[in-house]
């Protein structure tokens, strides 16, 4: 890659960045959203006992937190002339992110919960049980976690998704 291009992908990246205050407004309000959708499937369901609640909210709100600057950094940066594609990239960047960053956050708490059976640090085994950790976090939420989105989440990515095409050129 030449320096040309590298400098002209870090302007167009540092370009599509949200400004602080609408970075961490819309991480705020991404992360209220996707811990309310765990909180009233589980409520719906009435599955879990109420100490669990928390933590389980607390997980997606961690991911929803950290997923909201790369998805709207990703949508800035896709073209879309048009509405619909705006849309419907905005749709893809908030659903991919926020998996990905809710899956990330069950791993690191996962590798926390086996720091005192873990290996030595840095190692071939640490970094096996790392991948390992991460996968397992990843089946987790693709398998067990994605219906916390329902319904109360999938209502939110759509509104997002909406702001985003309505403010896209």
């Not at 540092?14 to 991480?27: K, T, V, Y």
């Not at 309310?36 to 669990?52: H, Q, Y």
């Not at 709207?72 to 002339?81: G, I």
């Amino acid at each position: 890659m030449t320096s040309s291009l590298a400098s002209r992908i870090l302007k167009a990246v540092c370009h599509a960045l949200p400004r602080p205050g609408q970075a961490f407004a819309g991480s705020l309000f991404w992360a209220i959203m996707m811990a309310l959708s765990a909180l009233v499937t589980l409520w719906m369901n009435e599955r879990i006992a109420p100490e669990g609640l928390v933590q389980i909210a607390m997980l997606y709100a961690i991911g929803g937190f950290l997923a909201f600057v790369p998805a709207l950094t990703v949508t800035k940066l896709l073209p879309a002339r048009r509405k619909d594609t705006a849309f419907a990239a905005a749709f893809t960047a908030f659903t991919f992110s926020t998996i990905f960053f809710t899956g990330l956050t069950l791993a690191i708490s996962f590798r926390f919960r086996q720091l005192e059976f873990a290996g030595e640090p840095f190692t071939s085994p640490w970094f096996f049980e790392l991948l390992l950790t991460v996968a397992a976090s990843m089946y987790h939420i693709a398998v067990l976690g994605l219906r916390l989105y329902l319904p109360v989440g999938l209502i939110a990515l759509v509104g997002i998704s909406l702001w985003h095409a309505k403010r896209s050129r």
